[in-house]
């Protein structure tokens, strides 16, 4: 793969690929504050719940390295107590990826565990701990690959929405993880991507980063999936997501929905792909997942002209949520989990 979708490097600067430009233009930018991880997420130069995650991770290396050079927070206590504050603001960028939370977390508990230590041991604790996050990201999503491709038959044409690839994540992709392994076992796949508006992450970032890989894909309206369905044109859909609850209520873009329920009417398998760092057992349902609801210029806009009337009233929510009863199976690196999601779920978890 030509490209990367973040890093640390040596001397501490998080680089990511600006999303927000793909594909017309590939450039990265460089990032040396927590404060500038925090309004890459915001602003989804970064974005997909795994990347979310582990660029939180670094933005807290960069935000506890801040703190060293603080007099005021030379010793356990009062480090501990403005390094959770750096947590908390990271933790306000988006609300929906539930793997924020998560890498928040993980980081958190090693700040506990490492009480006695100094501050400075502390800080480099946590840089080896984001370092880890960002491998294991890569290693799970080829786990999950290994797993997903065995539910993809050769010749098959495979839908997916949003971009759950390497862009989403450390590298490999969840969703195109999936795609990605089955192709390296020489199996033809090709893919149809639905554009996802508004943002676009279809058109611009699934396209674009399968066609960097060679692997074939055709762009479609949303709207479109459903004539494509009922032709016969869709073998099966995958799509990651953000959240899932512990009852297999799946969150993920806003039209994962509507392609789910499609599929269902259609006899199409919808498979999710998903780490297990995206379920928050803490939720019995998908009702009770925070909804992102972002800014209506994304809606009432499209790259920056104007497409509807000055003054309309839009909506922008960024996410929905897509009942159990519409996906076949949740694919994750411990394997492939089967409903009842409850059960599966928990066992999956060690319960
Ligand atoms: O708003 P985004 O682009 O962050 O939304 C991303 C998605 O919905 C992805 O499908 C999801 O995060 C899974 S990424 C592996």
Same mark, same amino acid.
Request: hydrophobic share 40%; charged share 25%.
């Given at each position: 793969?030509?490209?990367?979708?973040?890093?640390?490097?040596?001397?501490?600067?998080?680089?990511?690929?600006?999303?927000?430009?793909?594909?017309?233009?590939?450039?990265?930018?460089?990032?040396?504050?927590? &404060?500038?991880?925090?309004?890459?997420?915001?602003?989804?130069?970064?974005?997909?719940?795994?990347?979310?995650?582990?660029?939180?991770?670094?933005?807290?290396?960069?935000?506890?390295?801040?703190?060293?050079?603080?007099?005021? $927070?030379?010793?356990?206590?009062?480090?501990? &107590? =403005?390094?959770?504050?750096?947590?908390?603001?990271?933790?306000?960028?988006?609300?929906?990826?539930?793997?924020?939370?998560?890498?928040?977390?993980? *980081?958190?508990?090693?700040?506990?565990?490492?009480?006695?230590?100094?501050?400075?041991?502390?800080?480099?604790?946590?840089?080896?701990?984001?370092?880890?996050?960002?491998?294991?990201?890569?290693?799970?999503?080829?786990?999950?690959?290994?797993?997903? $491709?065995?539910?993809?038959?050769?010749?098959?044409?495979?839908?997916?929405?949003?971009?759950?690839?390497?862009?989403?994540?450390?590298?490999?992709?969840?969703?195109?993880?999936?795609?990605?392994?089955?192709?390296?076992?020489?199996?033809?796949?090709?893919?149809?991507?639905?554009?996802?508006?508004?943002?676009?992450?279809?058109?611009?970032?699934?396209?674009? &980063?399968?066609?960097?890989?060679?692997?074939?894909?055709?762009?479609?309206?949303?709207?479109?999936?459903?004539?494509?369905?009922? =032709?016969?044109?869709?073998?099966?859909?995958?799509?990651?997501?953000?959240?899932?609850?512990?009852?297999?209520?799946?969150?993920?873009?806003?039209?994962?929905?509507?392609?789910?329920?499609?599929?269902?009417?259609?006899?199409? @398998?919808?498979?999710?792909?998903? @780490?297990?760092?995206?379920?928050?057992?803490?939720?019995?349902?998908?009702?009770?997942?925070?909804?992102?609801?972002?800014? *209506?210029?994304?809606?009432?806009?499209?790259?920056?002209?104007? *497409?509807?009337?000055?003054?309309?009233?839009?909506?922008?929510? $960024?996410?929905?949520?897509? @009942?159990? =009863?519409?996906? =076949?199976?949740?694919?994750?690196?411990?394997?492939?989990?089967?409903?009842?999601?409850?059960?599966?779920? $928990?066992?999956?978890?060690?319960?």
């Amino acid at each position: 793969m030509a490209f990367f979708t973040l890093r640390l490097t040596e001397d501490d600067v998080v680089e990511m690929i600006d999303q927000r430009k793909l594909p017309l233009e590939i450039s990265y930018v460089k990032l040396k504050s927590y &404060e500038d991880v925090y309004g890459a997420i915001k602003n989804m130069i970064v974005r997909g719940a795994p990347a979310i995650g582990v660029s939180a991770a670094f933005g807290l290396y960069l935000g506890g390295k801040s703190l060293l050079n603080s007099s005021e $927070a030379k010793y356990y206590e009062a480090f501990k &107590e =403005k390094f959770f504050k750096i947590c908390d603001f990271m933790f306000s960028a988006r609300p929906t990826a539930v793997n924020l939370g998560w890498a928040i977390e993980r *980081i958190k508990s090693l700040v506990i565990k490492d009480k006695g230590k100094t501050v400075t041991s502390i800080v480099q604790d946590i840089k080896t701990e984001s370092l880890k996050i960002y491998d294991e990201d890569i290693e799970i999503n080829k786990n999950m690959g290994h797993y997903g $491709a065995e539910l993809l038959k050769d010749g098959y044409t495979v839908l997916t929405h949003c971009n759950a690839g390497a862009l989403a994540t450390a590298g490999y992709g969840t969703a195109l993880g999936v795609i990605r392994a089955a192709v390296e076992n020489n199996k033809r796949i090709s893919v149809i991507a639905g554009e996802t508006r508004p943002f676009l992450q279809g058109a611009r970032l699934t396209t674009w &980063e399968l066609m960097e890989d060679g692997i074939p894909v055709t762009l479609i309206a949303d709207n479109s999936a459903g004539l494509l369905m009922r =032709k016969g044109k869709i073998n099966t859909v995958i799509v990651g997501a953000d959240r899932i609850a512990s009852n297999g209520d799946v969150a993920n873009k806003i039209g994962t929905y509507q392609v789910a329920v499609l599929a269902h009417e259609n006899n199409i @398998p919808f498979y999710v792909a998903a @780490p297990l760092s995206t379920i928050d057992l803490k939720l019995e349902s998908g009702d009770e997942i925070p909804i992102e609801e972002r800014d *209506i210029d994304e809606v009432v806009n499209v790259f920056g002209t104007r *497409i509807a009337p000055n003054g309309v009233e839009a909506l922008n929510y $960024a996410f929905d949520i897509t @009942p159990n =009863k519409y996906v =076949k199976a949740i694919i994750t690196e411990k394997g492939v989990l089967y409903p009842p999601y409850k059960k599966s779920i $928990a066992e999956a978890f060690g319960k």
